[in-house]
Protein backbone atom coordinates (compact mmCIF):
# COMPACT_ATOMS: atom_id res chain seq x y z
CA UNK A 1 0.00 0.00 0.00
CA UNK A 2 1.13 3.80 -0.68
CA UNK A 3 1.07 5.79 2.28
CA UNK A 4 1.84 8.91 0.39
CA UNK A 5 -1.06 10.27 -0.14
CA UNK A 6 -1.86 10.32 4.04
CA UNK A 7 1.99 11.81 4.28
CA UNK A 8 0.91 14.37 1.97
CA UNK A 9 -2.57 14.88 3.91
CA UNK A 10 -0.41 15.39 7.27
CA UNK A 11 2.17 17.57 6.22
CA UNK A 12 0.02 21.03 6.48
CA UNK A 13 -0.63 19.90 9.74
CA UNK A 14 2.45 20.43 11.24
CA UNK A 15 2.15 24.47 11.20
CA UNK A 16 -1.30 24.00 12.71
CA UNK A 17 -0.44 21.67 15.66
CA UNK A 18 2.92 23.71 16.86
CA UNK A 19 0.64 26.46 18.22
CA UNK A 20 -0.56 23.89 20.87
CA UNK A 21 2.92 23.96 22.78
CA UNK A 22 4.42 27.00 22.16
CA UNK A 23 1.21 28.72 23.56
CA UNK A 24 0.69 25.97 26.39
CA UNK A 25 4.29 26.00 27.78
CA UNK A 26 4.28 29.59 27.40
CA UNK A 27 1.11 29.97 29.68
CA UNK A 28 3.15 27.82 32.14
CA UNK A 29 5.97 29.27 32.45
CA UNK A 30 3.49 32.48 33.21
CA UNK A 31 1.85 30.63 35.85
CA UNK A 32 5.45 29.94 37.44
CA UNK A 33 6.79 33.51 37.55
CA UNK A 34 3.14 34.20 39.12
CA UNK A 35 3.07 31.26 41.86
CA UNK A 36 7.07 32.05 42.43
CA UNK A 37 6.47 35.79 43.50
CA UNK A 38 2.86 35.07 45.37
CA UNK A 39 0.88 33.07 47.59
CA UNK A 40 -2.20 35.02 47.31
CA UNK A 41 -5.06 32.87 46.08
CA UNK A 42 -5.30 33.01 42.03
CA UNK A 43 -1.68 32.07 42.10
CA UNK A 44 -2.82 28.98 44.55
CA UNK A 45 -5.67 28.75 41.95
CA UNK A 46 -3.67 28.66 39.30
CA UNK A 47 -0.88 26.44 40.58
CA UNK A 48 -3.25 23.48 40.89
CA UNK A 49 -3.95 23.55 37.05
CA UNK A 50 -0.49 23.46 36.37
CA UNK A 51 0.52 19.33 35.98
CA UNK A 52 -2.55 18.66 33.59
CA UNK A 53 -1.60 21.99 31.60
CA UNK A 54 1.93 20.62 31.38
CA UNK A 55 1.05 17.42 30.27
CA UNK A 56 -1.09 19.28 27.11
CA UNK A 57 1.96 20.64 26.47
CA UNK A 58 4.19 17.79 26.32
CA UNK A 59 1.26 15.85 24.67
CA UNK A 60 0.45 18.59 21.89
CA UNK A 61 4.44 19.08 21.41
CA UNK A 62 4.64 15.23 20.86
CA UNK A 63 1.85 15.35 18.16
CA UNK A 64 3.56 18.76 16.25
CA UNK A 65 6.95 16.69 16.95
CA UNK A 66 5.52 13.48 14.63
CA UNK A 67 3.69 16.00 12.23
CA UNK A 68 7.22 17.70 11.54
CA UNK A 69 8.39 14.54 10.07
CA UNK A 70 5.49 14.02 7.34
CA UNK A 71 6.57 17.72 5.53
CA UNK A 72 9.91 16.25 4.01
CA UNK A 73 11.27 13.08 3.34
CA UNK A 74 13.84 12.03 6.14
CA UNK A 75 16.71 12.78 3.47
CA UNK A 76 15.60 15.98 2.62
CA UNK A 77 15.08 17.16 5.88
CA UNK A 78 18.59 15.89 7.39
CA UNK A 79 20.41 17.53 4.39
CA UNK A 80 19.29 20.80 5.28
CA UNK A 81 21.11 22.54 8.57
CA UNK A 82 17.97 24.57 9.36
CA UNK A 83 16.03 21.85 9.40
CA UNK A 84 18.66 19.37 11.38
CA UNK A 85 18.74 22.69 14.05
CA UNK A 86 15.29 22.28 14.36
CA UNK A 87 14.98 18.78 15.30
CA UNK A 88 18.03 18.86 17.49
CA UNK A 89 16.08 22.31 19.43
CA UNK A 90 12.50 20.25 18.76
CA UNK A 91 13.88 17.34 20.76
CA UNK A 92 15.40 19.99 23.40
CA UNK A 93 12.02 21.24 24.37
CA UNK A 94 10.33 17.95 24.23
CA UNK A 95 12.60 16.25 26.28
CA UNK A 96 13.09 19.06 28.79
CA UNK A 97 9.09 19.91 29.63
CA UNK A 98 8.67 15.95 29.79
CA UNK A 99 11.49 15.76 32.53
CA UNK A 100 9.51 18.92 34.36
CA UNK A 101 6.03 17.37 34.01
CA UNK A 102 7.74 14.51 36.15
CA UNK A 103 9.27 16.93 38.12
CA UNK A 104 6.43 18.42 39.66
CA UNK A 105 4.39 15.50 39.21
CA UNK A 106 7.33 14.03 41.86
CA UNK A 107 7.56 16.80 44.16
CA UNK A 108 3.77 18.02 44.33
CA UNK A 109 2.97 20.42 46.89
CA UNK A 110 6.48 20.57 48.03
CA UNK A 111 7.02 22.43 44.63
CA UNK A 112 7.01 25.39 46.45
CA UNK A 113 8.65 25.62 49.39
CA UNK A 114 11.88 27.67 50.13
CA UNK A 115 14.29 27.81 47.50
CA UNK A 116 12.43 24.82 44.98
CA UNK A 117 10.37 27.78 43.65
CA UNK A 118 13.13 29.91 42.51
CA UNK A 119 14.53 26.47 41.57
CA UNK A 120 10.97 25.94 39.24
CA UNK A 121 11.14 29.37 37.73
CA UNK A 122 14.43 29.34 36.26
CA UNK A 123 13.63 26.10 35.05
CA UNK A 124 10.84 27.38 33.42
CA UNK A 125 12.73 30.70 31.78
CA UNK A 126 14.94 28.05 30.64
CA UNK A 127 11.97 26.14 28.63
CA UNK A 128 10.86 28.90 27.26
CA UNK A 129 14.30 29.66 25.33
CA UNK A 130 13.97 26.20 24.27
CA UNK A 131 10.58 26.51 22.88
CA UNK A 132 11.61 30.32 21.35
CA UNK A 133 14.72 28.89 20.11
CA UNK A 134 12.83 25.71 18.03
CA UNK A 135 10.13 27.88 16.92
CA UNK A 136 12.57 30.55 15.71
CA UNK A 137 14.16 28.28 13.57
CA UNK A 138 10.87 26.57 12.11
CA UNK A 139 10.09 30.25 11.63
CA UNK A 140 12.59 30.67 9.62
CA UNK A 141 12.42 27.52 7.65
CA UNK A 142 8.83 28.25 6.91
CA UNK A 143 9.96 31.43 5.94
CA UNK A 144 8.95 33.98 8.29
CA UNK A 145 12.17 34.95 10.10
CA UNK A 146 11.94 37.09 13.10
CA UNK A 147 14.68 39.31 15.37
CA UNK A 148 14.55 36.54 17.80
CA UNK A 149 17.65 34.32 15.28
CA UNK A 150 19.79 37.98 15.41
CA UNK A 151 20.23 37.83 19.28
CA UNK A 152 21.45 34.38 18.77
CA UNK A 153 23.67 35.01 16.35
CA UNK A 154 25.04 37.83 18.40
CA UNK A 155 25.97 35.02 21.01
CA UNK A 156 27.60 33.04 18.46
CA UNK A 157 25.12 30.96 16.55
CA UNK A 158 24.08 31.48 13.31
CA UNK A 159 20.53 29.40 12.67
CA UNK A 160 21.43 28.11 8.86
CA UNK A 161 24.82 26.98 9.99
CA UNK A 162 24.39 23.17 11.75
CA UNK A 163 24.63 23.61 15.90
CA UNK A 164 27.42 21.44 17.11
CA UNK A 165 27.55 21.10 21.31
CA UNK A 166 30.59 22.16 22.38
CA UNK A 167 32.87 19.55 23.81
CA UNK A 168 32.81 21.02 27.46
CA UNK A 169 29.27 20.50 27.25
CA UNK A 170 29.31 16.96 26.68
CA UNK A 171 32.07 17.02 29.60
CA UNK A 172 29.23 19.29 32.01
CA UNK A 173 26.68 16.58 30.73
CA UNK A 174 28.19 13.59 32.01
CA UNK A 175 29.40 15.32 34.96
CA UNK A 176 25.48 16.71 35.98
CA UNK A 177 24.92 12.50 35.25
CA UNK A 178 26.34 11.33 37.78
CA UNK A 179 26.88 14.18 40.48
CA UNK A 180 23.30 14.77 40.49
CA UNK A 181 22.15 11.46 41.41
CA UNK A 182 24.48 11.99 44.02
CA UNK A 183 23.18 15.02 45.92
CA UNK A 184 19.65 13.25 45.05
CA UNK A 185 20.86 10.53 47.15
CA UNK A 186 22.39 12.43 49.93
CA UNK A 187 19.15 14.71 50.10
CA UNK A 188 16.65 11.24 50.39
CA UNK A 189 19.12 9.83 52.85
CA UNK A 190 18.59 12.72 55.04
CA UNK A 191 15.10 13.50 55.14
C1 LIG B 1 8.19 20.32 19.71
C2 LIG B 1 8.18 20.11 18.40
C3 LIG B 1 8.15 21.21 17.35
C4 LIG B 1 7.73 22.51 17.42
C5 LIG B 1 7.14 23.25 18.64
C6 LIG B 1 7.91 23.10 16.10
C7 LIG B 1 7.63 24.42 15.78
C8 LIG B 1 7.63 24.92 14.50
C9 LIG B 1 7.21 26.27 14.14
C10 LIG B 1 6.71 27.34 15.13
C11 LIG B 1 7.30 26.38 12.80
C12 LIG B 1 6.97 27.62 11.95
C13 LIG B 1 5.55 27.49 11.39
C14 LIG B 1 5.16 28.70 10.57
O1 LIG B 1 5.77 29.77 10.69
O2 LIG B 1 4.19 28.56 9.79
C15 LIG B 1 7.81 25.11 12.28
C16 LIG B 1 8.04 24.85 10.94
C17 LIG B 1 8.59 23.66 10.47
N1 LIG B 1 8.95 22.55 11.21
FE1 LIG B 1 8.70 22.35 13.23
N2 LIG B 1 8.43 22.14 15.26
C18 LIG B 1 8.62 20.98 15.98
C19 LIG B 1 9.16 19.79 15.52
C20 LIG B 1 9.57 19.57 14.21
C21 LIG B 1 10.20 18.34 13.74
C22 LIG B 1 10.57 17.12 14.62
C23 LIG B 1 10.42 18.47 12.40
C24 LIG B 1 11.05 17.41 11.54
C25 LIG B 1 11.67 17.58 10.45
C26 LIG B 1 9.92 19.80 12.01
C27 LIG B 1 9.94 20.34 10.73
C28 LIG B 1 9.46 21.60 10.36
C29 LIG B 1 9.44 22.11 9.00
C30 LIG B 1 9.93 21.36 7.77
C31 LIG B 1 8.88 23.40 9.06
C32 LIG B 1 8.61 24.38 7.90
C33 LIG B 1 7.41 23.97 7.07
C34 LIG B 1 6.08 24.14 7.78
O3 LIG B 1 5.90 25.07 8.60
O4 LIG B 1 5.15 23.37 7.50
N3 LIG B 1 9.42 20.43 13.15
N4 LIG B 1 7.98 24.25 13.34
Known sequence: M????FIRLL????????????AIWTTV????VLRAFSD??????????LPLLVLLGVL???????????????????????????IIAASWSLGYWT???????????????????????????LGTLFITVTGTVGGHIAGNPTSVSMMLKMVGWDVY???????????AIVAGAVVLPIIGWIG????
Open 60 to 86: SGLAAFVAGFFIFSLTAAGASPLIRNH
Open 29 to 32: TMVV
Open 40 to 49: GVLARAAERI
Open 188 to 191: RSRA
Open 2 to 5: NYDI
Open 99 to 125: VFLISIWRIGTRTWEGTNRWIMLALAL
Open 161 to 171: DTFFVPDAMLW
Open 11 to 22: APYHAVLVHFPV
